[in-house]
């Protein structure tokens, strides 16, 4: 798991069929690039939200039939033509990126949820959409799973995001565990910022074991690569536990011998 949005994406994975495998690069693609417009580099507010209205330029051109004028969207356009796609997805994707640029702070959980429909949910939308999977039950639970992973990012990125001026923690969380953004500046972690944190992270854990049912309905490689990315975000969930939540001085990744657990535990899930 990574501090960025979308490294949770199975761009190219062996478990993905090879035909599957280009159309899922490419959309990795639009939203890599177009996320990095609106949190990289050393643009001004104002120049990445112009440059994340070019990208939307562009979904406008191949909503009309008209040619793109990059390669990246010719390769877009290309992709949802050829699995009945439509760009509404792509549109929520940079919805969500045009808010990072403007807001850092998110009052309450029900707002953060509504940043996560956009920035996170459209991503297994889409892998459901490729593999025909498009019932409302699958779509429900694919949400849980990816609101899940985008705030076990933040949970695991407090420190982060703090450099970068953001706070992804509910501000209504902070204020019913006491909880400063004087703390996080100081990166205090006592009894207080614990209890903050075992909160987040059973809430977190609670929607991705909602979610976790679709990687056994799911058959197939799909089915596989859901029940990976469902067990590496438990398992990370459990590391920042293990660091007693002390995200700022010992940030979890996963590692190898994690990976092999996930894996292990993945086949279990599955029988």
Not at 80 to 90: F, G, I, S, V
Not at 145 to 151: D, E, F, K, T
Not at 245 to 257: E, I, Q
Request: charged share 25%; glycine share 4%; hydrophobic share 45%.
């Amino acid at each position: 798991m990574s501090n960025t949005h979308y490294e949770n994406f199975p761009v190219a994975s062996p478990l993905l069929p090879k035909s599957m495998r280009a159309a899922v690069r490419v959309i990795y693609a639009f939203a890599r690039s177009a996320d990095d417009l609106a949190d990289e580099g050393e643009a001004l507010p104002d120049e990445r939200i112009a440059a994340l209205t070019a990208y939307e330029t562009e979904l406008d051109r191949i909503d009309r039939g008209q040619k793109p004028e990059s390669r990246l969207f010719e390769q877009v356009a290309a992709t949802l033509a050829a699995h009945q796609l439509e760009t509404h997805y792509l549109r929520e994707l940079l919805s969500a990126f045009r808010q990072d640029v403007r807001q850092t702070r998110y009052p309450s959980f029900d707002a953060l949820l509504d940043y996560c429909r956009r920035s996170a949910n459209p991503v297994g939308r889409i892998m459901l959409s490729l593999f025909g999977n498009t019932t409302t039950r699958a779509f429900q639970q694919s949400d849980a799973i990816c609101s899940a992973l985008q705030i076990i990012n933040f949970l695991q990125d407090v420190a982060i995001d703090w450099d970068k001026s953001r706070v992804y923690l509910p501000q209504e969380d902070l204020q019913r565990f006491g909880v400063s953004e004087e703390q996080i500046a100081a990166r205090r972690v006592d009894d207080r910022w614990k209890a903050l944190m075992a909160f987040e992270i059973q809430r977190a854990r609670a929607m991705m074991l909602e979610g976790a049912p679709l990687a056994l309905h799911i058959r197939g490689r799909l089915g596989w690569e859901l029940r990976l990315i469902v067990q590496g975000g438990l398992r990370i969930l459990e590391k920042i536990e293990a660091v007693g939540y002390d995200v700022f001085r010992a940030r979890p990744t996963l590692k190898k011998h994690d990976w092999l657990l996930i894996f292990w535990r993945a086949v279990r899930f599955a029988g």
